[in-house]
């Protein structure tokens, strides 16, 4: 029977450095993770929390309960100033060659929307809630639906301070 | 230009009108008096429309009267309101 002083014999160095270069970050993005999904303060404690896992995050963002940003590869993901993330939005950032997501200034994705690889939000954009955003979207747009599809321009990005009549003024329809 | 396509008579009452009948399922349902609801019955805040509501609305105005909405005049607490929104819109159609 091998002794624990042993496990030199059981483990080789490349498996030690795969650990301490890999699985030890990993963990610890993990951890991160399930906090900042929920941990209390939108503005505070879950983006900074998600700034320590590597998210690109601006100034002055919102971050709903439960959201996911990117499990493994937080580092894909690019938040903008003011940009306001919905409760238990999924950001997926990598899948095969595709990498990436964006989201602009002032963009705001509903509760529950799926971001997949490979998009970017526009400035000011809207996506409404339980949508699933497969391509990227226009500035000052707003999408709905599985796969999301433009339905209106936005004159009035949907900020803090801003009501919702004054946003859904600014509203276009598309046809 | 189609002539199908002509704006129709856009009236306060005609607005206020289309507005009840389209909401009219919902309204009732909670047991409002399509007969005397006030000018200044909010749609949004009373839960007949949610968020989303308020895109459709302004749709759906604009294809009933063949018109295109402009909202920049109108105060924004007044566009849910049956009241100020019909006056707004029959006025902003006919000053065209």
């Known amino acids: 029977m091998q002794r624990r002083s042993d496990r030199s014999d059981v483990l080789p160095n490349s498996n030690r450095k795969a650990i ?7 963990l610890k993005n993990r951890i991160l993770q399930v906090l900042a999904r929920i941990a209390p303060g ?20 919102w971050i ?47 509760p529950g929307v799926i971001v997949l690889p490979d998009v970017t939000i526009g400035r000011g954009a809207i996506v409404a809630a339980g949508s699933v955003v497969t391509r990227s979207v226009p500035p000052k747009t707003m999408v709905q639906g599985n796969p999301a599809q433009p339905i209106a321009t936005v004159d009035i990005p949907l900020g803090f301070g801003v009501s919702l009549k004054e946003f859904a003024k600014g509203l276009r329809p598309l046809r | 230009m189609d002539s199908t396509r002509q704006m129709k008579d856009v009236t306060p009452d005609s607005v206020r009108k289309f507005l009840l009948t389209r909401y009219s399922g919902p ?17 949004l805040l009373s839960g007949v429309i949610d968020s989303f509501g308020i895109l459709e609305m302004i749709s759906a105005i604009e294809d009933e009267f063949r018109i295109r909405l ?3 005049l109108l105060d924004a607490e007044d566009i849910t309101r049956i009241g100020p929104l019909a006056r707004y819109i029959a006025e902003s159609a006919n000053s065209r």
């Not at chain 1, 301490?20 to 990993?26: A, C, I, V």
């Not at chain 1, 690109?56 to 963002?61: A, F, R, T, W």
């Open chain 1, 20 to 26: 301490r270069e890999r699985l030890l970050p990993g």
């Open chain 1, 42 to 61: 939108a503005t505070t404690t879950r983006v900074r929390l998600n700034r320590w896992r590597g998210v690109n995050i601006g100034k002055n963002v």
């Open chain 1, 64 to 110: 709903g309960y439960d959201a996911i940003i990117e499990t493994s590869c937080p580092h894909l993901v690019t938040i903008r100033d003011r940009a306001a993330i919905g409760v238990r939005v999924t950001i997926i950032a990598h899948y095969r060659e595709q990498q990436g997501v964006v989201i602009e200034e002032d963009a705001t994705l509903g």
């Open chain 2, 27 to 43: 309204m009732t349902a909670m047991q409002l008096d399509l007969a005397d609801i006030p000018d200044d019955f909010d749609f």
């Open chain 2, 70 to 72: 402009d909202l920049a």
